[in-house]
């Protein structure tokens, strides 16, 4: 194994070739110069290894793995699933068996290669105004249904070879809220069914299309992510401020924000995901207490950034979303509670007209995909609190994320623990006892 280095202004990459071949590159990653860093505890980087040969990858709904530790409540991220083996059900991940370029540089600039108009949306941004008239699958009266999204996915590919990807990418800005891990979950079950069912052209045909998607809403989601580290280090010295016994006043928290409408989102953004964080916490008897206090200071920082005084709150689209994730949690609201109706009409008093209400539970969707490629820990609460709200607006309920049994062919075992944990499955499975999937 070698290590290669290379040096620029504005950043190092570092190579790892396996054995003594500069053409067999085994993993690349780069990392920004100290410069560029200065104010940012998370590192956006390029971490391109294959796959096929981590483990511990199994996600659950909102879920990233990368593992940072978050100024948001303190935590690290990660996590750990449990894979049911030998029943075929599925517990694919979405970006298993990409290739190694298919992974996207985070730390490069996010231009596009298609000019955006801020249109229908200040943050994620769109190719042209009629972007998400044109290309949207579904509507707020007629939800788009997976099949329905896949069928588009599959011609933006095919269209995508002809284009140099520009097909591929107005679908995703048009659609990246319905191309969530939800769905990713489902095209890598119907890749490994296909594959499994000796349906190899239509396995190829599903690996393409969820390569190149995978690439798309990675680029898509790079601008907001790489504000994300900067915000939460301002976000974390106003609330040093509060450690330090003084009072958080609006000046600090207006200069927090940021001075463009993109770091103020993220400063918001990151806010929300705090308060997540620490309301999960409250009924955690060791930490109640700090929680309470922290909540408190975050609603203070909360309500100057979704103020007047916060210079880029309309242009950012925080006003518009404030109202929306100020109601109830609905991930613990049951649906008889009127909980459901309300967020729909709290919809309709902020945008009348359909095409401007899609465009908001658009804008809440992408901001819960950027959530999940966040720490678990510190975002997971957020994840849950965004993904809810956005189910209830678009599907009128919560979708759950639901096994595929991919008919996965039974391996022969070696390990005689996992024999035995099989065993004692096949045992719990006669006495009728459901046994849960592990996230």
């Not at 298609?114 to 949207?136: C, E, K, M, W």
């Not at 996915?153 to 939800?182: C, H, I, K, P, W």
């Amino acid at each position: 194994m070698m290590l290669g280095v290379t040096t620029a202004p504005t950043a190092a990459t570092f190579v790892i070739y396996a054995g003594q071949r500069p053409s067999a590159v085994l993993a690349t990653l780069e990392v920004p110069s100290p410069a560029m860093l200065a104010g940012s505890r998370m590192i956006p980087c390029r971490m391109g290894v294959s796959r096929k040969k981590q483990t511990g990858l199994a996600k659950g709904k909102g879920r990233d793995s990368q593992g940072k530790r978050s100024s948001l409540d303190g935590t690290s991220g990660g996590r750990g699933g449990r894979r049911p083996q030998g029943s075929g059900a599925a517990t694919p991940n979405p970006e298993e068996d990409l290739p190694n370029d298919s992974v996207v540089e985070l730390a490069t600039a996010a231009s596009s290669r298609l000019p955006l108009s801020s249109g229908y949306d200040p943050i994620f941004l769109l190719a042209t105004d009629d972007t998400l008239v044109n290309q949207r699958v579904g509507s707020l009266a007629k939800p788009p249904t997976y099949e329905a999204v896949l069928c588009a996915l599959l011609a933006a590919a095919t269209a995508a070879d002809e284009d140099e990807g520009t097909s591929m990418e107005t679908f995703v800005q048009a659609n990246r809220d319905l191309l969530d891990y939800r769905f990713m979950y489902r095209l890598t079950a119907d890749k490994l069914l296909a594959g499994n069912g000796g349906d190899a052209a239509r396995a190829a045909t599903l690996q393409k299309a969820r390569v190149r998607v995978v690439q798309s809403a990675q680029h898509f989601d790079t601008a907001l992510f790489k504000e994300v580290g900067a915000a939460e280090g301002r976000l974390g010295g106003v609330l040093a401020q509060g450690m330090q016994g003084k009072a958080i006043g609006t000046p600090a928290v207006v200069e927090a924000c940021g001075a463009t409408p993109m770091a103020a989102f993220a400063f918001w953004f990151v806010t929300i995901a705090a308060m997540s964080a620490w309301e999960a916490k409250l009924n955690v008897a060791a930490v109640a207490d700090q929680a309470k206090d922290k909540l408190q200071e975050l609603s203070i920082v909360r309500a100057i950034v979704e103020s007047d005084a916060s210079p880029h709150v309309q242009e950012s689209g925080v006003a518009s979303l404030a109202p929306l994730l100020a109601l109830q949690n609905l991930a613990t609201a049951e649906p008889a509670s009127g909980q459901y109706d309300m967020a729909r009409r709290k919809l309709g008093d902020i945008a009348s007209d359909p095409l401007e209400a899609l465009a908001l539970v658009r804008r809440i969707g992408c901001t819960y995909c950027q959530a999940s490629r966040h720490g678990f820990k510190a975002y997971n609460p957020a994840v849950q609190h965004m993904a809810a709200l956005y189910d209830v607006l678009l599907y009128g309920e919560l979708q759950p994320l639901i096994g595929r049994d991919i008919r996965a062919p039974r391996r022969q075992l070696a390990s005689q623990m996992v024999q035995m944990a099989n065993d004692a499955d096949k045992v719990l499975e006669t006495a009728g006892v459901q046994i849960p999937l592990f996230w």
